[in-house]
């Protein structure tokens, strides 16, 4: 009896975790917070869940909060986890890159980060 019950109960904890699953940043290329040289040509973002690619996307604004692009992210077709988004060349400044994700499990996440591209010496 002790044991169906310790297994109901595990059971239960197991099935929940699974339920409250949600998609938060990884990590970034270029870095959270990062100063690099080279402008990149592609923002890329990793979660802690797969993602649902129609309601995923990333924006990324200059210094004067304008949109630097019009194309629209895509999920990695081979990491359902990685969300991309290619950039036009940027001009030495800081940007903002806005997300917004769904996790396949439905649950919506949003964040923000900032990275300088460093002028040229």
Do not use: C
Request: overall charge neutral; proline content about 7%; hydrophobic content about 45%.
């Amino acid at each position: 009896m002790k044991s169906i019950i310790r297994l109901t109960i595990l059971t239960i904890l197991l099935t929940a975790t699974n339920a409250w699953a949600h998609a938060f940043l990884d990590h970034a290329e270029p870095a959270v917070g990062s100063t690099i040289d080279t402008p990149p040509t592609e923002i890329k973002i990793w979660f802690t869940e797969k993602l649902e690619p129609a309601f995923s996307q990333i924006q990324v604004l200059d210094h004067h909060s304008k949109p630097v692009t019009q194309s629209r992210a895509a999920v990695d077709s081979s990491d359902p986890s990685l969300l991309s988004l290619s950039v036009p060349s940027l001009a030495p400044g800081v940007y903002k890159v806005i997300w917004k994700v769904m996790s396949v499990d439905t649950h919506m996440t949003v964040g923000n980060f900032s990275f300088t591209v460093r002028k040229s010496r």
